[in-house]
């Protein structure tokens, strides 16, 4: 049973610290995606990758994010650095975006917590 | 105004009830449409897709209604396990633009 995976699962810091999440996408799946949920602002989009070129990154702060796909079994997001404003849990979710399918499957989620 | 909205509800049902929920989106190119359910704490999970007028599934069905600009769900014969969050997502563009609602909250009573 294919699942996309993430690390770690709770990630408990100090602002101003560097914060790196990972992400394995299922394999073969040529789309990967970056959310953040927080109770406020729901579920928002942080930038994805289609062929592991960065397609979007518009909803990440530029200045203290960053978000990069060494290869095709690794995605990863970095904080760097961290404030508390960035507490949320950061889902990773992956997709075959061909041939008219749009489905995308998350993993289980990083929560961050920036004290 | 939002890409795409829900009724954040909640939406509190007996066992064995039908609900439906709505989900309204502004653009027109908007091509396809996806049901997700998110339980308390976890991540969200496809429930179902539409890339035409409608699905189905066992008791979950999902209509298109491209005229009026909105996706509904029908949950027949709802069950305790059916109580979590249901999240409309929708595509434009050609899968370059994906825009969550907010999500509507479901409690199934016995």
């Known amino acids: 049973d294919a699942r996309v995976t993430q690390t770690p699962r709770d990630k408990v810091t100090e602002m101003g610290q560097e914060v790196t999440m990972r992400c394995q996408p299922i394999?073969?799946?040529?789309?990967v995606f970056w959310y953040r949920q927080t109770m406020m602002q729901g579920l928002e989009l942080l930038a994805y990758f289609r062929n592991r070129a960065p397609l979007d990154d518009s909803g990440m702060p530029k200045d203290r994010f960053s978000a990069e796909m060494p290869d095709a079994t690794l995605a990863t997001l970095k904080i760097q650095p961290s404030e508390p404003r960035d507490s949320a849990v950061y889902f990773c979710?992956?997709?075959?975006?061909?041939?008219?399918?749009?489905?995308?499957?998350f993993g289980p989620g990083t929560r961050l917590t920036v004290l | 105004r939002k890409e795409v909205e829900q009724d954040p509800g909640p939406f509190n049902v007996p066992e064995g009830a039908t609900v439906a929920f709505n989900c309204t989106y502004s653009n027109s190119a908007s091509q396809s449409f996806f049901w997700y359910r998110q339980d308390c704490r976890k991540e969200p999970k496809l429930l179902m897709s539409v890339y035409s007028s409608g699905n189905e599934d066992g008791r979950f069905t999902a209509q298109l209604n491209r005229a009026s600009q909105y996706i509904s769900l029908l949950i027949r014969d709802s069950k305790l396990s059916d109580s979590a969050t249901y999240l409309c997502v929708v595509n434009v563009y050609n899968f370059n633009k994906f825009y969550f609602g907010s999500g509507t909250k479901l409690n199934v009573k016995p």
């Open positions: 394999l073969g799946h040529n789309t």
């Open positions: 979710a992956s997709g075959l975006m061909t041939s008219g399918r749009g489905e995308q499957f």
